[in-house]
């Protein structure tokens, strides 16, 4: 016993190794807390966390969600994003992410995201969660390659699977429901995927002038589409609807597609043929959109082949037939397209919209415009009375003037868009001098007209008067 107590440090020697062991994990803090960066002090940290935490845990499993999948953009990975920065009280670090990219209005909600290698928890009819951003710097990925980590206890993971998932992906499409600014996609070919920019078109249906019946047919529609998922399930169909606008240059078109889209709440891809390599890379392109969303294929008539090789002199002016005819002849067929339209679109996605505009409906493939594919052709035309008042309504605020008479009497008789009407009430607010400038632009239009038919006419009288001397 005597030597046993012998043997035991004394407590002199016990109290200086802890001072020394308190100094040596002093100083080493400090270093860490001063050499280190406070990222990477993060990503240690949350190392040893992770290791404590899977000894804890040792049935824990954990799913990896990466940003893309199958070359293309990742929905969960998107849900995600989306709906992680919603649950402040689950977050580690009580830190987040805020943002925003929009120049264009600075009152706008700044955006938040998780920053990298911070934990956040999440709790699922009882079961914990916890899930992790993390970002790898690899050859292919200079900017780090991100994905997510989701741990849960390896007993619930089916449920995660079955239910979880389908609960993230519904609470992001409920966020972004409520999200007001909208995006307008583009596709790139070079990096072979979609860039987004924020699409600030501010034209609705009220700023949009056009005949009443058009825009009640398009409102009550679109309401219909928006609330018909049981019956389109009920009837066996792909929950989507087609629009062909179809009329001449500055009748609109865009602005209607944009009213469309700012109804209904739902970004826009904006695709141009020409940046489609063949119909395979269009329907990987065109699977990779989202839900809820509107396809916009304009100048479908200058587009592709079929529609482009009967072009009058007239038309050849305005989508240079040849040169587009020549690069889609080798890329997307219209049977690609129509594959996609009433194929593999009816299986792919829901709740979308796709809108072709065209210069001249009758130059487009009758295939194309069968019932079932394009549900609702809209002519987008010169303007009537009806429109031109509107227009003015809008531009000039007033609903009476002298000269209303006269250019209603012109604006029946020769052809102008209301682009060429919108250019000339925007010159000045005065609606004397605005309204005299667009009479002046109808009676120059009437005159030219007028020489035109003449012209006509007399080359009629020649031709009729050689064929007479012939015989
Ligand atoms: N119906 C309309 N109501 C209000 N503004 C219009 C209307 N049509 C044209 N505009 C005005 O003219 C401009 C050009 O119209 P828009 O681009 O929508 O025509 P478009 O038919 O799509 O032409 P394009 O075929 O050349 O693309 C718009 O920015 C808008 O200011």
């Known amino acids: 016993m005597a030597s046993l107590y012998n043997q035991a440090p004394s407590v002199s020697a016990v109290f200086s190794l802890y001072t020394s062991f308190s100094a040596i994990m002093m100083l080493f803090r400090t270093i860490f807390n001063d050499i280190v960066p406070k990222r990477y002090q993060d990503y240690i940290t949350g190392k040893v966390v992770d290791f404590f935490f899977s000894s804890y845990l040792p049935s824990s499993f954990t799913f990896v969600i990466e940003k893309e999948w199958d070359s293309v953009e990742n929905i969960t990975f998107h849900a995600a994003e989306v709906y992680l920065p919603t649950l402040l009280s689950g977050l580690s670090t009580g830190k987040l992410l805020v943002g925003s990219s929009n120049l264009k209005n600075l009152e706008a909600q700044p955006k938040l995201r998780i920053p990298i290698d911070t934990k956040i928890t999440d709790e699922f009819e009882g079961i914990h969660l916890e899930w992790t951003l993390h970002s790898v710097e690899t050859k292919n ?19 995660i699977m079955t239910e979880y998932f ?11 429901r409520q999200c007001e600014s909208l995006k307008i996609y583009t596709y790139n070919k070079e990096y072979s995927c979609w860039l987004s920019t924020n699409f600030e ?80 890379d269009l329907r990987r392109i065109l ?80 295939a194309l415009l069968r019932p079932g594919r394009m549900d609702i052709h809209i002519l987008m035309d010169y303007c009537t009375p009806f429109v031109f008042k509107k227009l003015v309504a809008l531009y000039l605020k007033i609903d009476d003037h002298v000269l209303f008479d006269p250019i209603e009497k012109l604006v029946l008789k020769v052809s102008v868009t209301p682009a060429e009407v919108t250019q000339q009430l925007m010159v000045t607010k005065n609606a004397d001098i605005a309204l005299k400038g667009l009479l002046e632009l109808l009676e120059t239009k009437t005159m030219e007209r007028e020489e035109d038919t003449k012209e006509i006419e007399d080359g009629d009288t020649r031709k009729l008067n050689k064929m007479k001397k012939d015989k």
């Open 141 to 159: 990925f200079p900017n780090g390659k991100r994905f997510f980590h989701l741990t849960c206890e390896k007993d619930f993971c089916k449920k």
């Open 166 to 176: 389908t609960y993230l992906t519904k609470s992001a499409d409920n966020i972004l």
């Open 287 to 366: 699977t990779s959109t989202q839900n809820r969303s509107i396809l916009l294929i304009e100048d479908i008539d200058c587009g592709y082949d079929a529609s482009c090789k009967r072009q009058t002199k007239e038309t050849q002016e305005d989508c240079e037939p040849e040169k587009d005819s020549k690069i889609l002849e080798e890329k997307v067929s219209l049977s690609g397209l129509l594959n996609f339209v009433d194929g593999l679109w009816s299986s792919c996605g829901e709740e979308r919209i796709i809108i072709f505009t065209a210069k001249h409906k009758e130059k487009l493939d009758p």
């Open 201 to 280: 078109h501010h034209t609705t249906f009220e700023t949009l002038a056009i005949e009443s019946h058009i825009k009640n047919t398009m409102i009550d529609d679109l309401d219909a589409f928006s609330q018909g998922k049981d019956f389109f399930k009920s009837v066996g169909r792909a929950w989507k609807r087609g629009y062909l606008l179809y009329g001449p240059p500055g009748t609109g078109k865009s602005s209607m597609v944009a009213a469309i889209a700012n109804y209904m709440k739902y970004d826009i891809y904006d695709l141009q043929l020409q940046s489609v390599r063949d119909d395979g």
